[in-house]
């Protein structure tokens, strides 16, 4: 497919002609099955493109952090906080 408005165009028309209770055949059954990998691939890439631009705020220091970064760090304190103190469960 040359790009998603087409992928979903065909997706749409498999749908009808199977919600018209007409069966699939097998080539369409994988067509459609290869379609849906297509769209959820542009979808997450959408999603992740998104939350790339996302940025946290420190309501404090107003300093922004994106959000791989600030959970590195969380990660990092974290593993501080059990070097510090072994005897806690």
Do not use: C, W
Request: hydrophobic fraction near 35%.
């Amino acid at each position: 497919m040359s790009n998603i408005n087409d992928t979903l165009k065909r997706i749409n028309e498999l749908a009808a002609k199977k919600k018209s209770g007409q069966q699939l055949t097998p080539e369409e059954l994988a067509e459609k099955k290869e379609l849906y990998e297509i769209y959820l691939a542009f979808i997450r890439g959408q999603i992740t493109d998104t939350l790339d631009r996302v940025e946290f705020v420190d309501p404090e220091t107003g300093e922004r952090t994106a959000p791989k970064r600030a959970l590195e760090d969380l990660a990092k304190e974290a593993d501080q906080d059990i070097k510090e103190h072994k005897d806690i469960h």
